[in-house]
C-alpha cells in the first residue's frame, strides 16, 4: 500500500488516483500509523514551503519520514515535497528543510519567467529505477518558481530553464521529483509505475 501523505496542501487526490489507474494500492491520509504500516510514502505539494514544512513538523510527520528513510523505506517528494527533502529553503524567508539529502532551494535566475510553467525535457543524468522503459529526452510537466542547488552525487535529471536546473534526485531509497509525474501523461504514469513496483 502506499500512503499519499495529507499536510492539507497540494494536489493529493490526484496522485492518488494516478497511482489507482496503475492498479496500486493507495491511499491519502494524515494518520501515522496508517502511514507507517504503507509499504512506501509519498509527499506530493504545492505552496509555500514555510507553511508546509511547520505543519509536516507539527503533525509528526517528519518522524514518520526520518523512519522511513532509515528503514529503506521507498519514498518519493513530488515538487514541494522534492524541496522539503533538503537542508533548507530562501522561499519568503529561511526555513530549515527535512535534511534528508544535502542542498538548498533557492528562486530560479532572473533570467527567466517565473514561475517555470509547462513541458520540458529531461536530460537523465543517473540509471534511476524511476527512469526505467523511459524514451530518450521525455517531455514532463513544472509548475514551480524555486529549485534545488546541491553538489551532492545525487542528481538523477536536470532540465534547461535559462541554465541547467537539477530537478530529480535518488539517495538509497529516497526518490524526489520538481516535475509532477502525476500530470505528465503516460511518461509520468511510468515513473509512477516503476515507483509503485519497487
Same mark, same amino acid.
Given at each position: 500500500? +502506499?500512503a499519499?501523505?495529507?499536510?492539507?496542501?497540494?494536489?493529493?487526490?490526484?496522485?492518488?488516483?494516478? @497511482? /489507482? @489507474?496503475l492498479?496500486?494500492?493507495?491511499?491519502?491520509?494524515?494518520?501515522?500509523?496508517?502511514?507507517?504500516?504503507?509499504?512506501?510514502?509519498? &509527499?506530493?505539494?504545492?505552496?509555500?514551503?514555510?507553511?508546509?514544512?511547520?505543519? +509536516?513538523?507539527?503533525?509528526?510527520?517528519?518522524?514518520?519520514?526520518?523512519?522511513?528513510?532509515?528503514k529503506?523505506?521507498? @519514498?518519493?517528494g513530488?515538487?514541494?515535497?522534492?524541496?522539503?527533502?533538503?537542508?533548507?529553503?530562501?522561499?519568503?524567508?529561511?526555513?530549515?528543510?527535512?535534511?534528508?539529502?544535502?542542498? /538548498?532551494?533557492? &528562486?530560479?535566475?532572473?533570467?527567466?519567467?517565473k514561475?517555470h510553467?509547462?513541458?520540458?525535457?529531461?536530460?537523465?543524468?543517473?540509471?534511476?529505477? &524511476?527512469?526505467?522503459?523511459?524514451?530518450?529526452?521525455?517531455?514532463v510537466?513544472?509548475?514551480?518558481?524555486?529549485?534545488?542547488?546541491?553538489?551532492?552525487?545525487?542528481?538523477?535529471?536536470?532540465?534547461?530553464y535559462?541554465?541547467?536546473?537539477?530537478?530529480?534526485?535518488?539517495?538509497?531509497?529516497?526518490?524526489?521529483?520538481? @516535475?509532477?509525474?502525476?500530470?505528465?501523461?503516460?511518461?509520468?504514469?511510468? +515513473?509512477?509505475?516503476?515507483?509503485?513496483?519497487?
Amino acid at each position: 500500500m +502506499i500512503a499519499v501523505i495529507d499536510y492539507g496542501m497540494g494536489n493529493l487526490r490526484s496522485v492518488q488516483k494516478a @497511482f /489507482e @489507474f496503475l492498479g496500486f494500492e493507495a491511499v491519502v491520509t494524515d494518520d501515522t500509523a496508517v502511514m507507517k504500516k504503507a509499504d512506501k510514502l509519498v &509527499l506530493p505539494g504545492v505552496g509555500a514551503f514555510g507553511d508546509a514544512i511547520a505543519t +509536516i513538523r507539527q503533525k509528526g510527520f517528519d518522524s514518520v519520514i526520518y523512519e522511513a528513510a532509515d528503514k529503506n523505506k521507498p @519514498f518519493m517528494g513530488i515538487c514541494l515535497g522534492m524541496q522539503m527533502v533538503f537542508d533548507k529553503s530562501y522561499e519568503y524567508g529561511e526555513y530549515e528543510g527535512l535534511g534528508l539529502i544535502k542542498g /538548498e532551494i533557492k &528562486l530560479l535566475p532572473d533570467n527567466v519567467k517565473k514561475p517555470h510553467i509547462g513541458w520540458n525535457n529531461l536530460d537523465i543524468k543517473m540509471r534511476s529505477p &524511476l527512469f526505467d522503459g523511459l524514451p530518450e529526452s521525455p517531455y514532463v510537466y513544472f509548475v514551480h518558481s524555486y529549485y534545488l542547488e546541491t553538489d551532492a552525487p545525487v542528481i538523477s535529471a536536470t532540465v534547461y530553464y535559462g541554465k541547467e536546473i537539477q530537478v530529480a534526485v535518488q539517495k538509497d531509497n529516497i526518490f524526489a521529483l520538481q @516535475f509532477h509525474p502525476e500530470k505528465s501523461g503516460d511518461v509520468g504514469l511510468k +515513473i509512477l509505475k516503476n515507483f509503485g513496483g519497487l
